[in-house]
């Protein structure tokens, strides 16, 4: 018997090692090697975003404690009822606020973007390139040297200290048309052609032709923006002064100096709440966002 085992044991052994030799040399070793590899980078990417997940239902002394734990010890909702009190932090209204001087911005700009996009593409008028190159020098220019002249304009027109005057600013973005710009001119521009002959005209074009065609880069254009909006603090900054009127980078600011101290508790919780509003946006973009940065830039 003891015989018997051992030559089926010995027997086994090459066998097994020819399925490792085979899948050694088939190369599934690098598949597999490749997938633990970005697991574990995508584990390190997203422990910061559970750790302030997991943080928000913590105490604050449970925040602060050493060592650093993932879990919390003691699961409390009391963070989101601190950043919910309108008496503490007016969360609720800052999150009213951004998302209309959010959503202003980003209709505001996928409207002049995708019609400045298709004049510099397909219009032709006289010095149509040299305004192009004007138009996208600007994006080399440093918000701070806008600041002031940009506060004093707003002061002019009587903005300041409202969303308008957040809102005004931002209705145009030279990227935008770049971005357009190089998407239309991979447009068959036989479309545009044959539609003139049809006797239609350039608006007819742009709404019939041009919009439904350009709406994976709009989709990108829009998360672009959406963040860039969302997440904008030095404007509102400079601009606004009334409580009810601030945005929620500025409110969770404040909630992390209140009275001298941090307020960790509060500030885990409205990080988790402001944290919501581009998830869902880019869960619902993501698929044009893909198709449209892989096809931006193909001719022209």
């Given amino acids: 018997m003891a015989r018997n085992a051992t030559f089926a044991d010995t027997g086994r052994l090459p066998a097994r090692n ?68 309108p008496t503490r932090a007016n969360l609720p209204i800052a999150y009213v606020n951004s998302i209309i001087v959010t959503s202003g911005t980003v209709l505001s700009v996928l409207i002049t973007s995708s019609m400045g996009g298709f004049i510099f593409a397909r219009l032709e008028f006289p010095g149509r390139d040299y305004l192009f190159y004007f138009v996208l020098s600007t994006t080399m220019v440093p918000f701070l040297t806008l600041l002031i002249p940009l506060y004093i304009v707003m002061r002019e027109l009587n903005l300041l200290n409202s969303l308008w005057g957040v809102w005004v600013p931002s209705i145009f973005s030279s990227f935008g048309v770049f971005l357009c710009r190089q998407f239309v001119y991979g447009i068959p521009r036989e479309l545009y052609d044959a539609a003139k002959i049809d006797g239609s005209g350039d608006f007819g074009i742009y709404r019939n032709i041009i919009l439904p065609l350009t709406k994976p880069i709009l989709s990108a254009l829009a998360i672009f923006v959406f963040l860039g909006a969302f997440n904008a603090y030095l404007w509102p900054l400079v601009i606004l002064n009334d409580e009810e009127k601030l945005t929620l980078p500025l409110i969770i600011a404040r909630m992390a100096n209140r009275f001298g101290g941090t307020d960790y508790q509060a500030v885990m919780a409205g990080s988790v709440l402001v944290s919501i509003p581009p998830l869902i946006v880019f869960l619902i973009f993501q698929k044009n966002f893909v198709r449209g940065i892989a096809l931006t830039g193909l001719k022209g």
């Avoid at 002394?61 to 009822?81: F, G, H, M, N, Q």
């Fill in 18 to 85: 020819a399925a490792w030799r085979r899948w050694f040399i088939s190369g599934r070793w690098a598949k597999t090697l490749t997938f633990l590899l970005l697991a574990a980078f995508s584990f390190a990417m997203f422990y910061p975003f559970f750790w302030l997940l997991f943080s928000s239902f913590k105490t604050g002394a449970d925040i602060v404690r050493l060592p650093v734990s993932l879990l919390p010890e003691k699961w409390t909702l009391s963070a989101y009822r601190m950043v919910m009190d």
